[in-house]
């Protein structure tokens, strides 16, 4: 790896505006045999996502995926959103239960739509065992297998059958696997999805160390098909962390799914809690991140985001925000 950056080190480089209007450029992307509105999808996290929030996501056009920090949910939950003609979206683990999980949705004809592989280090054999099983099992579905961090993990899950890779080990906000154990894509994870996406010869997931709605467009611009985002939707009206008020103003939890407040114990804690500023209803989000990316889309040239994944970018060094705090 030469040239390392991250998301704050990129500037991406306009093109002649094509378009009348923002609103005329499409934000929508096709994952598998589903389009959606954006190319963004909320974090598998037990304080991102819900299942009242899953439904209005899966309504409305959005891409989801339920967290697996509820197992025993999980079967009713497909079912509900069957019955609703609704797309069906969940993660599993690589315990040993998970294989007789795989079985019962195959025994019962609950096939999902999505099966999202959520295990921080991708890049292993129990995750090869689950990618195989899942494939022989339920071949259907369309299968994200994660996390990883190098050409060779993406190259090695997508041989295993996997449907598309996810990419980010360390680059969240309630991360400290990069603190706790020295290793990730932390600080250069725009650079280490780049190097990553081309490996690939399927779709690609960025996972993690999104602080603005710009990085969406930068992540499309450096190879990946879809964007996963917990910090930017933590904090709403209908997420599911706690709600505290200090001094007047609200806040509202969001903690790491390797928090000892995930797993109930002191043991491989890779996560911490912290609480973010309330920010309204998710509606709200989801709006100005189209509208953002439209713009992107605009400023790239083009109407559609494939315009945004050629732009021409330059490395700036940490100077874009020039000591301005954002969000
Ligand atoms: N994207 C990221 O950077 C990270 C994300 N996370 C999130 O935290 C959650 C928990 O993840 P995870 O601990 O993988 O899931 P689990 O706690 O379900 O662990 C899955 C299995 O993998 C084993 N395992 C976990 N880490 C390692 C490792 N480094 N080497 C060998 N075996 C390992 C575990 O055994 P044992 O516990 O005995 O080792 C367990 O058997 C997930 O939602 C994940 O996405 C966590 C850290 C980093
Ligand atoms: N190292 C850890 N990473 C975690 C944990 N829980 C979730 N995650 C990852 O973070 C992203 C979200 O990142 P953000 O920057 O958008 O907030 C999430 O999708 C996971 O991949 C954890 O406990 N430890």
Redesign the pocket.
């Known amino acids: 790896m030469e040239n390392v950056f991250d998301y704050e080190d990129i500037q991406l480089i306009p093109n002649k505006c094509i378009v009348d209007s923002r609103s005329d450029c499409d934000t929508s992307v096709t994952l598998g045999r589903h389009t959606f509105k954006l190319p963004v999808v909320p974090a598998?996290?037990q304080t991102i996502i819900d299942e009242s929030i899953a439904l209005k996501l899966a309504q409305e056009g959005y891409f989801y995926i339920m967290?697996?920090f509820q197992p025993e949910t999980r079967m009713d939950f497909i079912s509900k959103m069957k019955d609703k003609g609704l797309i069906t979206s969940i993660s599993v683990?690589?315990?040993e239960e998970e294989f007789g999980f795989v079985d019962q949705l195959k025994k019962e004809n609950l096939v999902p739509d999505y099966i999202t592989i959520?295990?921080?280090?991708g890049h292993?054999n129990?995750v090869i065992r689950m990618i195989q099983y899942i494939k022989e099992h339920l071949p259907e579905t369309f299968l994200i297998a994660?996390?990883v961090g190098t050409p060779e993990a993406v190259r090695e899950l997508e041989h295993a059958g996997a449907d598309a890779t996810k990419v980010?080990?360390?680059?969240?906000k309630v991360?400290i696997?990069k603190i706790k154990t020295g290793f990730?894509t932390g600080g250069w994870q725009l650079a280490a999805l780049r190097w990553c996406a081309k490996a690939a010869s399927k779709p690609i997931i960025a996972?993690?160390g999104i602080r603005t709605h710009g990085d969406i467009a930068k992540s499309v611009r450096f190879g990946a098909s879809m964007v996963m985002i917990g910090s930017l939707f933590a904090g709403h009206e209908e997420s599911p962390g706690e709600t505290v008020e200090r001094d007047g103003r609200k806040y509202k939890e969001y903690f790491?799914?390797?928090s000892e407040f995930?797993?109930g114990e002191k043991?491989?804690v890779?996560?911490k809690k912290m609480y973010v500023d309330y920010k309204g209803p998710l509606g709200d989000t989801l709006r100005e991140m189209e509208q953002d990316l439209q713009s992107s889309i605009s400023y790239a040239g083009g109407d559609s985001l494939d315009a945004i994944r050629t732009v021409d970018y330059v490395m700036v060094k940490n100077s874009i925000f020039n000591g301005d705090k954002v969000y």
């Open positions: 598998n996290m967290h697996r683990g690589v315990k959520d295990i921080a280090h292993s129990s994660g996390n980010g080990i360390g680059p969240g991360c696997t990730g996972d993690g790491g799914s390797a995930q797993k043991k491989n890779e996560g």
